[in-house]
């Protein structure tokens, strides 16, 4: 029974993969709204392995190692597939390459994010979770639109994925601080930023569905840095 319930985390991971190979299928077809549920099913598994770990108390070095390689194929590679065909569909061949640079900085985050013990309770960088909910559910969102946008709305949107490819790279290996939804408590001092995120996502939920996530991962780096920096004055005006 012991060797049984030692492995229920691995295979959840093992699930995270199956999604995000599933992911990468369904953006081969240009299925992009299956994507995006393939990656939002990989990161819940990806919740569900660490709590069933804890809860089980079932760690080991294979499951560690297990989770990243998972990571990189469900948040990493399957967000490239998904710009990376939607760009080849409307884009052109040499545009679309530049999604490849998702699954580089998403390798780089987490071999960074293994090593690094600053990182138990809180991030540094964006999660790679994040990153590639951000990028699947844009893409199935502006392929909804897509089709009607002028020749000036599509320049638009060109030059908005080049800024935000570099941009959103550049977050994934930062030194910059991003909280985590690891509830220590349920107080409302210690937990006030994380009810604030999460009431959000209701609300925005609510009004744009699914397509709120695009919204709420900019929420979430926007209230990080709005954390960090208050945080910096708080400690330099305690100095």
Not at 51 to 58: H, N, T
Not at 186 to 214: G, T
Request: net charge positive; aromatic share 16%.
């Amino acid at each position: 029974m012991k060797n049984i319930v030692k492995h229920i985390p691995n295979f959840i991971t093992s699930l995270n993969i199956v999604t995000g190979c599933l992911a990468c299928v369904s953006a081969l077809f240009g299925a992009y709204e299956w994507s995006a549920y393939f990656i939002l099913l990989a990161a819940v598994f990806d919740f569900m392995d660490g709590f069933a770990a804890r809860l089980l108390k079932a760690y080991s070095p294979l499951g560690k190692q297990l989770d990243s390689l998972a990571d990189v194929i469900s948040f990493g590679v399957a967000p490239a597939f998904v710009l990376f065909a939607f760009l080849s569909q409307n884009m052109g061949i040499y545009w679309a390459l530049t999604a490849f640079v998702i699954p580089v900085f998403s390798a780089l985050r987490l071999a960074k994010f293994n090593i690094d013990e600053r990182q138990s309770s809180s991030f540094l960088g964006l999660p790679t979770p994040a990153n590639a909910l951000f990028w699947a559910f844009l893409i199935y969102g502006a392929n909804n639109y897509f089709a009607i946008m002028s020749t000036d709305q599509i320049r638009l949107a060109k030059i908005a994925v080049f800024v935000l490819l570099p941009l959103f790279s550049f977050l994934l290996v930062s030194e910059i601080p991003m909280f985590s939804l690891k509830f220590n408590s349920f107080s409302l001092k210690d937990n006030r930023l994380r009810y604030i995120f999460l009431l959000s996502c209701i609300v925005l939920l609510a009004i744009f569905q699914l397509l709120a996530f695009p919204l709420l991962i900019l929420l979430y780096i926007l209230l990080s840095l709005l954390h960090w920096a208050y945080q910096a004055i708080y400690v330099k005006s305690s100095n």
